[in-house]
């Protein structure tokens, strides 16, 4: 891999550049722009995309939904009063919405300036609900990723198409996954068969069914649902959210032309390793709904294989090498893949997330409304998935056929103890349903890329931390007990 720049100079490649970033009330784009303004406070101008609600405009979300969080402390502080003197002139609110064509965006002159102007669009929107309705998530994720381009492909100054996937697109597949785009239409259970358009029309088709028929909301996003988990499942993916985020890959692949492209495909994401402090993190994502159940007694037993890998990696790493790829890839006409995880390079595992789940609470446990502590037990781990059902059967499903029957016989005596026991059984088999491939998952992220883009970095000179994206030097046990998980308790915990 050819890199056309020293990438000592990183810093200054971003100097005087008009970077356009989507998602931007988003987690990782949260954590991106704040490192952008914090270290090169040079930078020409942010457009940051934002759908406005009907309560807020789009920069009243910049400033209560992004600059006020803690994330942005560090700025803050070192700019004190002027803070939103610094922000205003470097930063851009836009109302739009990737969904749309030209991204929503109304006003004319600013198109055109925008066109004029920037140099690097950086595409963070997604929905990454496991679940979402099929309409939303195809209309998002996957002809979302498609308006970005076109509206890309108008930027005369144009250096580089920066895209956020993730490295789930690859299904359930075992082994080492290699760093390589999806051909248009090739799917995970060996067909060529899949066809966009007949996908969205398919969606399309429903929506007006279920809306003839007079569907409640609520029984049309059921429904919706459920289209999409079984169309993700029909082709081989395990849930709608990688389904539409490969769909989307693919068109990008198909038509970029000769638009500079990379997409950077992370692992789970977890809270900040170093920057701008350790810890910070916000939306429970999918390691954390386990740690946050755990932690309030709500999670007794997991199905995952023992010696499984957990592939995380910290959101600030994500974002340093976010970074590092617009500063080596600017203006190549080419596409590049990176996996940014850690189960090549230093690889972790469920049980052992566990045991220092069991650690932390039992030193550290939650307090319940009335002032008491929540005592934690081991978590029991289920090394096959039937047994798994078995246990949830004799556990949770007979007791509570038990209860049924008494509530009936006695007049709904029973019934607190029969909704306390619905609601474990119910709270446990989502979470269960939702990340079962991953509990399971036997691959490996092939990360040869990334790991040539440090070599490239220490060859260059540049072995500053500041845009540190290498897993190996992370003690992952330190990083859960001081970390990550007292991150989640203090921003997770309600």
């Not at 784009?29 to 020409?44: D, G, N, T």
């Amino acid at each position: 891999m050819d890199f056309q720049m020293d990438l000592g100079c990183i810093l200054q490649s971003l100097e005087n550049k008009s970077i356009l970033v989507t998602g931007s009330t988003g987690f990782l784009a949260k954590i991106f722009v704040e490192k952008l303004l914090r270290v090169q406070p040079h930078v020409k101008r942010l457009f940051l995309l934002i759908r406005p609600t009907k309560d807020e405009t789009a920069k009243d979300r910049l400033q209560n939904g992004v600059m006020e969080k803690e994330v942005f402390r560090v700025l803050r502080e070192k700019y004190g009063k002027g803070f939103y003197s610094f922000v205003w002139d470097k930063v851009t609110p836009l109302a739009g919405d990737i969904a749309y064509e030209n991204l929503g965006i109304e006003e004319n002159s600013l198109k055109e300036e925008m066109w004029r102007e920037i140099n690097v669009v950086v595409n963070v929107a997604a929905t990454t609900n496991f679940d979402e309705r099929y309409d939303v998530s195809l209309v998002t994720n996957t002809m979302g990723a498609k308006h970005v381009l076109e509206f890309a492909k108008k930027c005369v100054k144009l250096e580089m198409l920066l895209h956020i996937s993730t490295a789930y697109v690859a299904g359930e597949k075992a082994g080492l996954i290699l760093e390589k785009p999806f051909n248009m239409g090739e799917t995970l259970n060996g067909s060529m068969g899949l066809d966009i358009e007949a996908e969205m029309k398919l969606a399309k088709e429903r929506l007006i069914e279920l809306r003839d028929d007079g569907a409640e909301i609520k029984a049309e996003t059921i429904a919706m649902k459920e289209l999409g988990i079984q169309r993700a499942r029909f082709f081989g993916w395990p849930n709608t959210y990688v389904f539409t985020k490969a769909m989307g890959e693919m068109l990008l692949g198909r038509f970029r032309e000769n638009v500079p492209l990379v997409i950077i495909r992370p692992t789970i994401i977890t809270s900040t390793y170093r920057e701008p402090f350790p810890g910070w993190i916000e939306g429970i994502r999918t390691i954390d709904s386990f740690i946050v159940s755990y932690g309030k007694g709500r999670l007794r037993c997991i199905p995952a294989a023992h010696r499984e890998i957990l592939d995380v990696i910290p959101g600030d790493m994500v974002v340093n090498a976010m970074i590092v790829n617009m500063a080596a890839h600017s203006r190549q006409p080419s596409i590049f893949i990176y996996h940014i995880g850690s189960s090549v390079q230093n690889p972790y595992s469920i049980p052992k997330l566990l045991d220092k789940m069991y650690h932390y609470f039992s030193k550290n446990p939650c307090i319940t409304d009335d002032g008491r502590p929540i005592r934690v037990s081991r978590t029991t781990i289920f090394n096959a998935i039937d047994t798994f059902w078995l246990y949830m059967t004799l556990r949770y499903m007979l007791p509570l056929k038990g209860l049924g029957l008494a509530n009936a016989v006695f007049c709904k005596h029973f019934d607190h103890l029969y909704n306390g026991l619905r609601r474990r059984y119910n709270f446990t088999m989502r979470l269960i349903h939702l990340y079962k491939p991953y509990l399971f998952f036997k691959g490996r992220f092939d990360d040869l890329n990334s790991e040539k883009l440090r070599m490239a970095m220490k060859d260059n000179g540049v072995v500053d931390e500041m845009f540190c994206f290498d897993p190996k030097c992370i003690d992952w046990e330190e990083y859960f007990m001081k970390i990550h998980i007292p991150g989640v308790v203090k921003h997770l915990f309600k």
